[in-house]
């Protein structure tokens, strides 16, 4: 199966076999991350695939491998995250391999090689206990237009990302010249920062899969003449 077919299979997997994947299969997944494409080419990034003991969970999920993602603290930093992984989330699941963005964790008797970098947020992944793949009338996503200033099936990729709490906090507006802006919901901060950096990386998560269905023509600027609108946040522009 191959990436932008995944986007209509993929779901997030929380159960799984203990027996860690072989060594090829983990060099495999190296290679692929190490030559993911990325949101923003002017930041710093890194990550490192551990096991159970390096990682602190809230949640109960228990996997053989935990994947940390760090990186340079630097504007679009977080979308640049979950570009570049929600690639290698979708990779994973094309191969068979289950995967599930972990919010709620942190390294732990841990030394980062890359100090300059920060930790950003991590992914549980392994040999799925069950289906891995659901059909696409199991997704609860919002209408695509919750999602868009007008009814645009191109968007359907992006409609079908995953997001944390499954907020889909993205919305997309249409420019004259064909392009698209993406925006952010605003949430109110105080009340709950760690969903309001969970939604940047959402982001980059969105535009990940606009640029799997779309990889010879996806293109995305940071800074571009846009519209403000009433409680979003604008986040860039791209093309398809």
Same mark, same amino acid.
């Given at each position: 199966m191959?990436? *932008?077919?995944?986007i209509?299979?993929?779901?997030?997997?929380r159960k799984y076999d203990k027996t860690p994947l072989g060594a090829e299969t983990l060099d495999e997944l190296?290679?692929?991350? /190490?030559?993911?494409?990325?949101?923003?080419? !002017?930041? !710093?990034?890194?990550?490192?695939?551990?096991?159970? +003991?390096n990682v602190r969970m809230l949640q109960r999920f228990k996997s053989p491998h935990?994947?940390? &993602?760090?990186?340079?603290?630097?504007?679009?930093?977080?979308q640049n995250i979950g570009f570049i992984f929600q690639q290698v989330d979708l990779y994973m699941q094309s191969k068979g391999i289950g995967s599930c963005w972990i919010g709620a964790g942190s390294p732990k008797n841990y030394e980062n090689p890359?100090?300059?970098?920060?930790?950003?947020? &991590? &992914?549980?992944?392994?040999?799925?206990?069950?289906?891995?793949?659901?059909?696409?009338?199991?997704?609860?996503? *919002?209408?695509?237009?919750?999602?868009?200033? +007008?009814? /645009?099936?191109r968007l359907m990729p992006a409609r079908y990302a995953p997001s944390a709490a499954n907020t889909?906090?993205?919305y997309f507006t249409h420019n004259d /010249?064909?392009?698209?802006?993406?925006?952010? !919901?605003?949430?109110?901060?105080?009340?709950? *920062? *760690?969903m309001d950096t969970w939604n940047q990386i959402d982001i980059g998560i969105a535009l990940a899969h606009m640029y799997v269905?779309?990889?010879?023509?996806? +293109?995305?600027?940071?800074k571009r003449p846009h519209e403000d609108l009433k409680n979003k946040v604008f986040e860039g522009s791209f093309t398809i």
């Open positions: 191959d990436l *932008k077919e995944t209509y299979k993929r779901q997030s997997i190296k290679h692929f991350i /190490d030559n993911a494409d990325v949101l923003n080419p !002017n930041i !710093n990034w890194s990550y490192d695939i551990v096991g159970p +003991e935990y994947l940390l &993602m760090f990186s340079e603290s630097k504007e679009n930093y977080l890359n100090p300059e970098h920060d930790f950003v947020i &991590m &992914m549980i992944f392994g040999n799925p206990q069950g289906e891995i793949y659901r059909e696409l009338s199991q997704f609860q996503r *919002k209408i695509i237009c919750e999602i868009s200033d +007008e009814r /645009d099936d889909q906090s993205w /010249d064909g392009s698209y802006n993406v925006y952010r !919901n605003k949430r109110r901060i105080r009340l709950n *920062k *760690k269905a779309n990889p010879d023509t996806f +293109e995305f600027s940071l």
